[in-house]
């Protein structure tokens, strides 16, 4: 076995071994109910957040949208501009 192979398979090794290695914070684990809930809805809320934050935007484009085309008429692409 050639010398990079062997370190590719140490890598390799080391690499599946690791999450063996890591363990997870005692809150995620925690057999406590209120350390469970708690931890529930952080995740709950985090995973709701960037949701919120698109949904919030895109109704905030088609608010303004909206205004814009109510200040300048319904003028659409294509319509002719009114000569002096």
Partial sequence: MTF???????VVLLLTLAP???HAC????????????A????TIVL???PLGMVGG???WLRRRAK???SE???QGPGTPTPGP
């Fill in 4 to 10: 990079r192979r062997r370190i590719a398979t140490l």
């Fill in 20 to 22: 063996e290695l890591a």
């Fill in 57 to 59: 935007m895109a109704a």
């Fill in 26 to 37: 005692p809150g995620c684990i925690d057999l406590k109910t209120k350390n469970r809930v």
């Fill in 67 to 69: 205004k814009l085309t």
């Fill in 72 to 74: 300048n008429g319904d």
């Fill in 47 to 49: 995973s709701l957040l």
């Fill in 39 to 42: 931890f529930f809805g952080t």
